[in-house]
């Protein structure tokens, strides 16, 4: 009987972590985005704070680590970056 018991109990509680597992998961990807930020500045380095502006300035809870993805030195001498971030939402 004691045996019967603590396998019950066992399945019981592996089923409910199963189902918060499965739940948990799919809400926290079906909010998550990669979200996109284009900079230019006088440096490189100016340029990626730009993009990391933008990228905030688009996007809402956008969480580190924020990427530089591209940058490159235009013939008019500005720098561009790219940067991309995790977000879980998107300001229309």
Do not use: F
């Not at 597992?21 to 990669?34: D, E, G, L, M, W």
């Amino acid at each position: 009987m004691r045996a019967l018991r603590t396998t019950t109990l066992a399945a019981t509680a592996l089923t409910a972590a199963a189902v918060l597992t499965c739940t948990t998961a799919s809400v926290a990807s079906a909010y998550s985005y990669i979200g996109t930020g284009i900079g230019y500045g006088t440096t490189s380095a100016l340029a990626e704070d730009n993009a990391i502006s933008d990228l905030y300035g688009s996007y809402e809870h956008c969480q580190p680590p924020i990427q530089l993805v591209y940058d490159h030195q235009e013939s008019n001498g500005l720098w561009y970056a790219e940067v991309k971030g995790e977000c879980s939402g998107i300001i229309e």
